[in-house]
Antibody
Framework: EVQVVESGGGLVQPGGSLRLSCAAS????????MSWVRQAPGKGLEWVAN??????YYVDSVRGRFTISRDNAKNSLYLQMNSLRAEDTAVYYC?????????????WGQGALVTVSS | EIVMTQSPATLSLSPGERATLSCRAS??????LAWYQQKPGQAPRLLIY???TRATGIPARFSGSGSGTEFTLTINTLQSEDFAVYYC??????????FGQGTRLEIK
């Protein structure tokens, strides 16, 4: 069974940093692109970042502050978040991209809540 | 950036009725369109990809249609478990990958 499980969420002050982790199982992690998608409280879905092999892509609002990375040996995806702002408050989902080049998401984690507040 | 616009924002229907949800792209996305269902407190679930292909395990009462800039998600014979929020997402032209703002399907 495919599973992705996020961890590392929490409360952080504006300007602070946080690192989210995503542990994947039930599939050959190295063969899949992975992404992060977030959802602010009561709002819709927003794509945050993709890692396609070695290439990394970001939504404009986080570029330069967030870094996506992965460790295929550990079947893990990460999101390093720096210079956090109140508007980064959201549930962050780790998602599997369906197949190479088709950037829709067939498996989602349960989400990790990140709250940026003083 | 391709902007996805969903309508209506809220749709009120009764169980057994048919739901028709719309999604419009600001420019052509070909058939690179996915639909997701999200229930309160849960992660989204993939329903449809390629505009019309049901994902694994999705009941046949869910169907998708359209191409280019106009897309429709139809849910025949609404069941109680279908009342949720639905999002469309384009993956033809990225980054960024973009979602619609969602349609809330509520019980009338």
């Amino acid at each position: 069974e495919v599973q992705v499980v996020e961890s590392g969420g929490g409360l952080v002050q504006p300007g602070g940093s946080l690192r989210l982790s995503c542990a994947a199982s039930g599939f050959t992690f190295s063969s899949y692109w992975m992404s992060w998608v977030r959802q602010a409280p009561g709002k819709g879905l927003e794509w945050v970042a993709n890692q396609d092999g070695s290439a990394k892509y970001y939504v404009d609002s986080v570029r330069g502050r967030f870094t996506i990375s992965r460790d295929n040996a550990k079947n893990s995806l990460y999101l390093q978040m720096n210079s956090l702002r109140a508007e980064d408050t959201a549930v962050y989902y780790c998602v599997r991209v369906y197949v190479f080049g088709k950037n829709f998401f067939d498996h989602w984690g349960q989400g990790a809540l990140v709250t940026v507040s003083s | 950036e391709i902007v996805m616009t969903q309508s209506p924002a809220t749709l009120s229907l009764s169980p057994g009725e048919r739901a028709t949800l719309s999604c419009r792209a600001s420019q052509s996305v070909s058939s690179s369109l996915a639909w997701y269902q999200q229930k309160p407190g849960q992660a989204p679930r993939l329903l449809i990809y390629g505009a019309s292909t049901r994902a694994t395990g999705i009941p046949a009462r869910f169907s998708g249609s359209g191409s280019g800039t106009e897309f429709t998600l139809t849910i025949n014979t609404l069941q109680s478990e279908d009342f949720a929020v639905y999002y469309c997402q384009q993956y033809n032209n990225w980054p960024p990958i973009t979602f619609g703002q969602g349609t809330r399907l509520e019980i009338k």
